[in-house]
Structures are given as structure tokens and as C-alpha cells.
């Protein structure tokens, strides 16, 4: 490799994977040290902690006081497939892709359920399906925020206030950094491991009245495995949405998830959370704006990710070369700053274009990503140096 001379300064936490994502600053495991382990999460304290999560959930994303929270397993995607096998199928669907999570969305949907009115709306990595096709006379499936392409919708102006059916939205990197219009939303879902950085596995699946409404009077033509089943005899299960859980959560991770919590809320809730991944989002904006080998994913700036920023090598010595050439170049970039520690985990998905993509979310420290931009100059000059 070319001899090019290395940054000075490294980020103080090079962790910026879109998933597992950072911990909160200033996160240790001594914040663990008062876990409720070892005791059962049906016992009258374990309980009372879960719906503490589910509490304090509820007060930080300001939801309204009719929306029902639970906590579920198998991450966002346990929580996406309960409300798809729970809900569909009483109407048409209208699914919109336009990166890899929505695609997999709607493959369930068509192949898994085999629903017959179907209707995809699809638009490539980098852009948005046209939100006008939309009929909300059908049930609507959509990602609020495409991890996989950096590219979200801007608001919910677009969605109808007088839908027929309901929409059903995976927010999982978008919640807690991105103000979503809870009342165009019906079912929303999440995991603890994106915006606020908590553990795997455990899924947060909230409810409007219209989505309970469905519930109560709308039996699948399918058989609904148990962690599924959010009725019985035709009626919600409520204990589900105050802290008795479908299955066994750890009980680490619930307190490691309500520390998070409880960080998010001293440093000024909401408001704060979604202004840090703004301010972090400005950062990177600012390096590609004066950096001339590397552009956003997505064109349209009102329609650019502030979590998951998903970047492409525009420079015609990397764009020029075939596709799995590119992937490699990605990868020997990535692979350098992973060895200099100066940033883990930040190549692009794995079905989306070549490109980098990188965390900015509301546990990101601005200083690091100042850091990071010359590491990513310096990355690419070395890999560039040995085409």
C-alpha cells in the first residue's frame, strides 16, 4: 500500500454499526450492577420492571395516552411479523419498498401469507415509491426510515387521516430520532438494539385503538403461532401491555434498556435525542459537501436519513469499475479503518449498492464523527493508491 500519512486523532468510540448501535456515552456495565437476575420476570418486582420499560417508553416518545405498548420477542423483525400475521389479510395491502427490510416485508406478505390483493410500490436504493399511489382503503406497509439505503419519509402528511385501513410501520431506526405523526400511525415497531443503542432480541410492538379494533374482530385464516397471539377469546390480552410478556426477556437487558431510558430523559427527552441526530447528521453532510469522491446514497436532502447515513464512491477510478469490484474496493476501505480502529462496521448493506454507511444516531457523540472524516479521506486515499 501506498505510503499516506494517517490522522492524528482516532474517535474516542469508532463504534458506528447501524445495529447493535453504540451504547448511550458514558455507558458502563457498572450501570448493570442492580439487575434483576436470577428471579423470575412473572414476579411482582419483575413485572413492575417491564412495565416500568414500558412506561417510561410511552412518556419519552410522547405517544398518545390511548396507545398500547408491549414489549415482544425476536427484535423489531418478531414485532413487524406479529402485527403482519396478527392483522392482514381483513382488507387489500398496499406494501412500499425501497430498500431491503421493506422488500423482505413484502415477500412475507405475498409468499408467507400468500394474500392475493397485493399491491407493491417500489422504488430503487437512493429514492422514495411515489406516496401519492397509495389507496388507504387497504391496510399499508411501509419503513419509516430505510436502514439499508439512509433514505426515510419526511413526515405523514402523505398518509390519509380518513384511511380505511391501517398502517402498519417498522420505525426501528427511526424512533427516538426522528419526530413521527403517531396519529397517522396505527402499529408501530422497534428494537431497543438501534436509536438508544440497547441489547438484541427484544421488540417493541405499539398499538393505536384502530389496530386493537382489528384484533378484536378480525380472526387470520392461518394458525398463529403462541408468540404471536395477542387475543384470546376475542379479546386483547391487556397483561401483555403492562409488563406480562409473551416470552422470557432478560431481564439484563431490560435494565440495561431502561439506564437508556433514563439517560435519554435527564439530557432532555425527545426533543434532545432527535436534535443530536441532526446535529450528527449535519457533520456528515458537511465532509461530502467538500469532499469529491463521495456522495449520499439518496440525492433529495429532505429525504435523507439522520441515522442511518448510507454513502457512494463517485470518484470514476472506484465507479467505473464493475459492481463486485466496487464491493471490494468498499471492503479493503473498511477493512483499514477497522484495523486502525477508527471505525467498525460501517460498510453498506449487503443488497444495497456499494457504499459506506454510517451511524449518527442519538447515542453518537458529535466529536467522534469529526474524527472519523479524515480517517475516511485517509481510507480512501490508501485503497485508492493501490487500484
Not at 98 to 119: H, T, Y
Not at 122 to 144: I, K, M, Q, R
Not at 214 to 220: A, F, I, M, N
Amino acid at each position: 500500500m501506498t505510503d499516506i500519512t494517517k490522522p492524528v486523532v482516532r474517535p474516542d468510540n469508532p463504534r458506528f454499526s447501524s445495529g447493535p448501535c453504540a451504547k448511550r456515552p458514558g455507558w458502563t456495565t457498572n450501570h448493570l450492577e442492580h439487575a434483576y437476575l436470577g428471579r423470575s420476570h412473572r414476579s411482582k418486582t419483575g413485572k413492575a420492571l417491564l412495565k416500568r420499560a414500558i412506561d417510561q417508553t410511552k412518556s419519552l416518545l410522547k405517544l398518545p395516552t390511548d396507545y398500547r405498548v408491549a414489549i415482544v420477542p425476536a427484535s423489531d423483525t418478531g414485532a413487524v411479523e406479529m402485527a403482519l400475521w396478527s392483522l392482514l389479510g381483513a382488507r387489500g395491502v398496499d406494501v412500499l419498498v425501497w430498500e431491503s427490510f421493506g422488500a423482505g416485508w413484502a415477500s412475507d406478505i405475498k409468499n408467507q401469507l400468500k394474500l392475493d390483493n397485493v399491491r407493491v410500490h417500489e422504488a430503487g436504493y437512493g429514492e422514495l415509491p411515489d406516496l401519492s399511489a397509495v389507496d388507504f382503503n387497504n391496510d399499508v406497509v411501509f419503513t419509516w426510515n430505510g436502514t439499508t439505503s439512509g433514505v426515510r419519509v419526511e413526515n405523514g402528511n402523505w398518509i390519509a387521516e380518513d384511511r380505511q385501513g391501517l398502517t402498519i410501520c417498522d420505525a426501528t431506526s427511526a424512533v427516538f430520532a426522528q419526530n413521527l405523526d403517531w396519529p397517522k400511525l396505527d402499529v408501530v415497531t422497534f428494537s431497543w438494539q438501534k436509536v438508544l443503542g440497547g441489547e438484541g432480541a427484544h421488540g417493541m410492538l405499539i398499538l393505536s385503538p384502530r389496530a386493537v379494533e382489528r384484533l378484536e374482530t378480525y380472526v387470520p385464516p392461518w394458525p398463529l403461532p403462541k408468540v404471536f397471539r395477542l387475543t384470546k377469546a376475542g379479546k386483547l390480552i391487556e397483561a401483555i401491555f403492562t409488563g406480562a410478556t409473551i416470552n422470557t426477556p432478560s431481564m439484563l437487558c431490560v435494565e440495561d434498556y431502561l439506564d437508556t431510558l433514563e439517560w435519554a430523559q435527564k439530557i432532555g427527552g425527545l426533543e434532545t435525542l432527535v436534535a443530536r441526530a441532526n446535529d450528527n447528521a449535519r457533520i456528515v453532510s458537511q465532509w461530502v459537501e467538500r469532499t469529491p469522491w463521495v456522495e449520499f446514497l439518496c440525492p433529495r436532502p429532505e429525504l435523507r436519513s439522520n441515522t442511518s447515513v448510507c454513502l457512494k464512491i463517485t470518484d470514476d477510478r472506484v465507479a467505473s469499475l464493475p459492481l463486485e469490484q466496487q464491493r471490494d474496493f468498499t471492503k479493503r476501505m473498511t477493512q483499514l479503518l477497522d484495523a486502525e480502529a477508527a471505525a467498525f462496521d460501517i460498510g453498506g448493506y449487503r443488497d444495497a449498492p456499494p457504499g459506506l454507511r454510517i451511524w449518527a444516531g442519538s447515542t453518537i457523540e458529535a466529536d467522534n464523527l469529526k474524527a472519523l472524516t479524515p480517517w475516511l479521506d485517509w481510507a480512501f486515499a490508501a485503497t485508492v493508491a493501490d487500484l
